[in-house]
T-cell receptor, first 116, second 114 residues
Framework: GAVVSQHPSWVICKSGTSVKIECRSL??????MFWYRQFPKQSLMLMAT?????????EQGVEKDKFLINHASLTLSTLTVTSAHPEDSSFYIC????????????FGEGSWLTVV | AQSVAQPEDQVNVAEGNPLTVKCTYS??????LFWYVQYPNRGLQFLLK??????LVKGSYGFEAEFNKSQTSFHLKKPSALVSDSALYFC????????????FGSGTRLLVRP
């Protein structure tokens, strides 16, 4: 299957600082990327959908000014958690798809964010 | 609105026995259904998908799923479970109405005992 790389796998940051997580599709061009958040022992919560070259579409209740998503190329999307707080600590997972409809969506390995 | 339901939080099975992880769906049009597996502290791995065609879909690691339109179900199955199959399994449907995002079920934890 296609490979989606996510970096970093683990990150610890201080409250009030910003942290960036990268998501790359290694062997295909991803027109659409999705960012999820997962709390322990829970399902995935979609945060936003990003299409290359356009603004991300955020799910209801997700602060777009806090979770900045950029999809500047067909192989890279970034999630920046701005002014992080301890409640932002979570497991963040990105996914990517070649297109829409019938295409499989492939997931990265996830990034653990701990805000201290 | 499209949705999937996984009625079991956990499924326990002995190694070597067949396993079934249940999933039912609700969609307004043709369903595009997926199964993913998640190991601890890892991302999701794609197992299989149903788009059209044969109702029995074969996927990775010996897993298969049966699409049943009349029962709106897409249960995941494996003839002989392995201890290494123990993980969290997610059923999902692709939202074809708007964003093409995946809508996930709540997940089912599979525990295969030796």
């Amino acid at each position: 299957g296609a490979v989606v790389s996510q970096h970093p796998s683990w990150v610890i940051c201080k409250s009030g600082t910003s942290v960036k997580i990268e998501c790359r599709s290694l062997d295909f061009q991803a027109t659409t990327m999705f960012w999820y958040r997962q709390f322990p022992k829970q399902s995935l919560m979609l945060m936003a959908t990003s299409n290359e070259g356009s603004k991300a579409t955020y799910e209801q209740g997700v602060e777009k000014d806090k979770f900045l998503i950029n999809h500047a190329s067909l192989t890279l999307s970034t999630l920046t958690v701005t002014s992080a707080h301890p409640e932002d600590s979570s497991f963040y997972i990105c996914s990517a798809s070649v297109g829409q409809g019938r295409d499989t969506i492939y997931f990265g390995e996830g990034s653990w964010l701990t805000v201290v | 609105a499209q949705s999937v339901a996984q009625p079991e939080d956990q499924v326990n099975v002995a190694e070597g026995n067949p396993l079934t992880v249940k999933c039912t769906y609700s969609v307004s049009g043709n369903p595009y259904l997926f199964w993913y597996v998640q190991y601890p502290n890892r991302g999701l791995q794609f197992l299989l998908k149903y788009i059209t065609g044969d109702n029995l879909v074969k996927g990775s690691y010996g897993f298969e799923a049966e699409f049943n339109k009349s029962q709106t179900s897409f249960h995941l199955k494996k003839p002989s479970a392995l201890v290494s199959d123990s993980a969290l399994y997610f059923c999902a449907v692709r939202d074809m109405d708007s964003s093409y995002k995946l809508i996930f079920g709540s997940g089912t934890r599979l525990l295969v005992r030796p």
